[in-house]
Structure formats: structure tokens, C-alpha cells
């Protein structure tokens, strides 16, 4: 079973930095594809952007593109996400995914079989 750890959250200001980690329970990186999604109340949750499981990527979402970057340490199994100008609509609870399989821009977050508990980010204007 997968376990994925998410941290990293706050409250900071627009304009800000963030990174948030994603800690997975063990090889998961190499073995899965990692990605981030973003989920507003009401809201179905919105792709971020994502790593295949051989290293290829990272595939980024058109929204966060210029401003996010997605990194990965396999030797320490975890995915980062940073954040960088934050605006106050990147106010949202955000969330790590695995899937087997590889990656394909027509994925949604129901391809994704496991799931980390969120982090909340919160940036004030």
C-alpha cells in the first residue's frame, strides 16, 4: 500500500515562496507517477502538475506554468512543489497522487489511485 505524506503548508503573502513535500512510503517515486493537484472548496480537484515514474517530465499545468516547479528525490522518495509570486487565488488545499502507469495530459485526478491527506496554503494579499 502507498502512503503519501504531505507538508509544507502555511499562511504567507502574495508574492511569496513556498515548497511543499510529498513524502512517499518507499521506492514510490520509481515505481509510480507523482503529481500534484490543487482542490478549491466546491471544486472538483485541478491538476497541478506531474513526474513519470522513469523520470520523464515534469508535466506542468498551463495555470501554474513559469511560477511552479516540480522536482523529485528519488533517494529520498519525495516530490516537491514549488511555489513561487503567490496570488491569493493559490489559496487551496493542495494534494500529492500516485497512479501506476505512466502519464498522459488527458488524466484527471480519478486516474490516481493514491492520495496524500493535503496540505492547506493560504496567502493573504
Known amino acids: 500500500q502507498v502512503q503519501l505524506v504531505e507538508s509544507g503548508g502555511g499562511l504567507v503573502q502574495a508574492g511569496d515562496s513556498l515548497r511543499l513535500s510529498c513524502a512517499g512510503s518507499?521506492?514510490?517515486?520509481?515505481?509510480?507517477?507523482m503529481a500534484w493537484f490543487r482542490q478549491r472548496p466546491g471544486k472538483e480537484r485541478e491538476f497541478v502538475g506531474a513526474?513519470?515514474?522513469?523520470?520523464?517530465?515534469?508535466f506542468y499545468a498551463n495555470a501554474v506554468k513559469g511560477r511552479f516547479t516540480i522536482s523529485r528525490d528519488t533517494m529520498k522518495d519525495t516530490l516537491f512543489l514549488e511555489m513561487n509570486s503567490l496570488k491569493p487565488e493559490d489559496t487551496v488545499d493542495y494534494y500529492c497522487?500516485?497512479?501506476?502507469?505512466?502519464?498522459?495530459?488527458?488524466?484527471?485526478?480519478?486516474?490516481?489511485?493514491?492520495w496524500g491527506q493535503g496540505t492547506q496554503v493560504t496567502v493573504s494579499s
Open positions: 518507499g521506492h514510490t517515486l520509481i515505481k509510480y507517477t
Open positions: 513526474y513519470q515514474w522513469n523520470g520523464s517530465g515534469p
Open positions: 497522487a500516485a497512479r501506476s502507469g505512466g502519464w498522459s495530459p488527458f488524466l484527471g485526478a480519478g486516474d490516481f489511485r493514491f
